[in-house]
């Protein structure tokens, strides 16, 4: 079993950024790819981003890229997303999220990813 706990969610300005922490409980999760989604009110859970599970490969959706940064540190089990250029858009809970396995599919959805954390608000005003 693995738990997940988002962290680093709040209020900031359009234009702002913010940094969003998962910390990451149980011994497998340097073998897991881990993942990013968000949930805007009223609509499906979307795909942000994906990180392999040796760091080395990440995948962005297209709103997204340039934007923001996922990173991981194995030793520390936390996946990190660094938010800049926040734009009302982004305004939704984000979820993290862990694979079974240490790849991430392209074009994945919520079914590909099997551990999920309770998410965090994250609020852009313009």
């Known amino acids: 079993q693995v738990q997940l706990v988002e962290s680093g969610g709040g209020l900031v300005q359009a234009g702002g950024s913010l940094r969003l922490s998962c910390a990451a409980s149980g011994r497998t999760f340097r073998r897991s790819a881990m993942g990013w989604f968000r949930q805007a009110p009223g609509k499906e859970r979307e795909f942000v981003v994906a990180i392999s599970s040796s760091g080395s490969n990440t995948d962005y959706a297209g709103s997204v890229k340039g934007r923001f940064t996922i990173s991981r540190d194995n030793a520390k089990n936390t996946v990190y997303l660094q938010m800049n250029s926040l734009k009302s858009e982004d305004t939704a809970v984000y979820y993290c999220?862990?694979?079974?396995?240490?790849?991430?599919?392209?074009?994945?959805?919520?079914?590909?990813?099997?551990?999920w954390g309770q998410g965090t608000q994250v609020t852009v005003s313009s």
């Open positions: 999220a862990a694979r079974t396995t240490g790849w991430y599919p392209t074009n994945p959805g919520t079914k590909d990813y099997t551990y």
